[in-house]
């Protein structure tokens, strides 16, 4: 395991991955062990993830990722999506706190109203930019997780939604938030890290 400053300052987003090399599934099982502990709205928890190893599935991934040579030298593309529904399931979640007696049953009537009140009363927007926003924190997690582990990742957005969502089957009410590639970084093509702004240029203390 490694300092988390390192895995922060460790991590970069892969141009390029060393082919045929397999992740173990006990690597991904643990991975989302430690990432059920992300945070999310209401404790939604509105992140799925999709993971695909299998070549000929990672190969039509490929085409519909405009044939991007990372995607095809990676081990595993994972998709993560948003759930747009995941405030319905809240009773669901919520049971299992009332049950261990952290709600009692008017909380529980009372939490289940407001959430249900919020996603339905904010509307569609919300429960889109909801489903985005705590999707991205999750893929965050995921990618830290995968550094400490000694696997690297790319988050990347370039790929056609509407034939990712059929290929993979992923229902209307979750939205395609990020495509990750991972795999080894293939380190004889890494680029210096882009520029990035210094602290003063991008906070403001108010
Ligand atoms: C939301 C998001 C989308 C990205 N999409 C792509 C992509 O489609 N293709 C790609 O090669 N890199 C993509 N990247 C990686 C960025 O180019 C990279 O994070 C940035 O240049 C900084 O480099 P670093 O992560 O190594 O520090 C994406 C990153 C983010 C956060």
Redesign the pocket.
């Known amino acids: 395991m490694g300092e988390f400053i390192d895995i922060v300052r460790d991590r ?2 892969a141009n390029k991955f060393i082919e045929n090399i397999e992740i173990p599934r006990k690597v991904f099982d643990d991975i989302f062990y430690e990432l059920t502990s992300a945070p999310s709205a209401f404790n939604l928890q509105h992140a799925n993830y999709y993971v695909v190893q299998n070549p000929e599935l990672k190969m039509e991934v490929y085409e519909a990722a405009f044939r ?1 040579y ?1 995607v095809k030298t990676s081990s595993a593309v994972i998709f993560v999506t948003g759930d747009k529904e995941a405030y319905k399931n809240a009773s669901n979640i919520y049971e299992g706190s009332k049950m261990l007696g952290i709600l009692d049953q008017r909380e529980f009537d009372d939490i289940i109203k407001l959430i249900n009140d919020l996603y339905e009363g904010w509307g569609e927007k919300f429960q889109h930019d909801e489903a985005v926003r705590n999707s991205s924190l999750s893929a965050m997690l995921f990618m830290l997780l995968a550094k400490d582990k000694g696997w690297d990742t ?5 790929f056609d939604q509407d034939k990712i969502r059929e290929l993979l089957n992923i229902p209307d009410n979750e939205v395609p938030t ?1 495509m990750i590639t991972m795999g080894k970084m293939d380190t004889t093509s890494v680029k210096l ?2 520029a990035r702004k210094a602290p003063g240029e991008f906070t403001h203390f108010l």
Do not use: N
């Open positions: 970069r987003s991007q990372k790319c988050p990347m957005i370039y990020l890290r882009g």
